[in-house]
């Protein structure tokens, strides 16, 4: 069990930023939280944080491991609390964060077969952009795409999102079809608009590497579901998600481009708090969303 102890103080140390502030939350004195940070490291040997005397910081190794320690600390205690919890019923008001375009489209759907299911708990689903400070407003859990910026939140990859530029047919007949990434240059291309405080770049791999490239077109727009109607009206190129265009792809509205040249997939991840106890209910929603989202079929 010495493992298992050193990886739940490795993800409390990194949780709560100091050795200290991990020690009076286990009640065991500092040097006992450094030793089983030495230990692990030695085990390993790589350096899993740079520690002064006044910051504690992951190396980059340790920002590796840490996804997948809390990972196995999580399911961890999702199995005890399953066996603790025997037949209990889920219960209690659920509220959950997602982004809203995403929310509506693939968080929003599966509320009702979730409630049906667990008829003892009610949900608040909060569908915004912005991202929101989940202790302070009281919120559960949130869904988050993309990379998750440093926090003490836990995470749980519940899924996948790839990229993909797409353009309606009509506009490919009238402009052609771009062949190589330089071909963006005497395109039409529909991008977020500065505001949008977002990537500006659309990421492309190109010879083994992750590349952005920055295009430009006659129209933009903050809201990334108005490109999406632009794009459909055939007025330029759009790089957008494949859970906003994989239907219209299908159907034959767009036409994916440049496919070769398509980045890896990001995360589609759900965050909660730092909780030793999840409670019941929001572990069965997150588990309902992952289970969703892995199916081979829910994408097509």
Not at 70 to 84: P, T
Not at 171 to 198: F, I, K, V, W
Request: glycine residues 8%.
């Amino acid at each position: 069990m010495p493992r298992l102890r050193q990886i739940e103080t490795f993800v409390a140390v990194a949780a709560k930023g100091s050795l200290s502030a991990a020690a009076q939350a286990e009640g065991v004195a500092p040097a006992v939280i450094g030793r089983r940070l030495d230990a692990l490291e030695e085990r390993l040997g790589v350096k899993l944080f740079v520690r002064t005397t006044r910051k504690l910081t992951l190396t980059f190794e340790g920002s590796a491991f840490l996804e997948d320690c809390q990972r196995i600390v999580n399911d961890l205690h999702n199995a005890e609390a399953s066996v603790s919890a025997g037949g209990v019923k889920a219960s209690g008001h659920l509220r959950v964060s997602a982004p809203a375009g995403f929310g509506r489209k693939h968080v929003a759907p599966l509320v009702p077969a979730f409630a049906s299911a667990h008829p003892d708990v009610s949900l608040t689903l909060d569908l915004s952009d912005r991202l929101v400070d989940l202790v302070n407003e009281g919120f559960d859990c949130a869904v988050r795409l993309g990379e998750l910026p440093d926090s003490s939140l836990v995470s749980l990859r519940l899924g996948e999102n790839r990229r993909v530029c797409v353009a309606a047919p009509g506009y490919l007949e009238r402009h052609g079809m771009p062949e190589t990434l330089t071909d963006l240059a005497r395109h039409n291309c529909l991008a977020l608009g500065a505001s949008a405080n977002q990537q500006r770049g659309w990421t492309f791999q190109e010879e083994g590497k992750v590349v952005s490239i920055k295009v430009s077109g006659t129209m933009e727009c903050s809201d990334g579901a108005v490109l999406h109607e632009w794009c459909l009206a055939g007025h330029g190129l759009a790089w957008r998600s494949w859970w906003e265009v994989g239907d219209d792809i299908a159907a034959g509205r767009l036409n994916a481009v440049l496919e070769r040249y398509c980045a890896p997939p990001i995360g589609i991840h759900a965050v909660f708090p730092q909780r030793r106890h999840l409670p019941l209910r929001v572990r069965l929603f997150l588990d309902f969303l992952k289970h969703t989202y892995e199916r081979p079929d829910y994408w097509q």
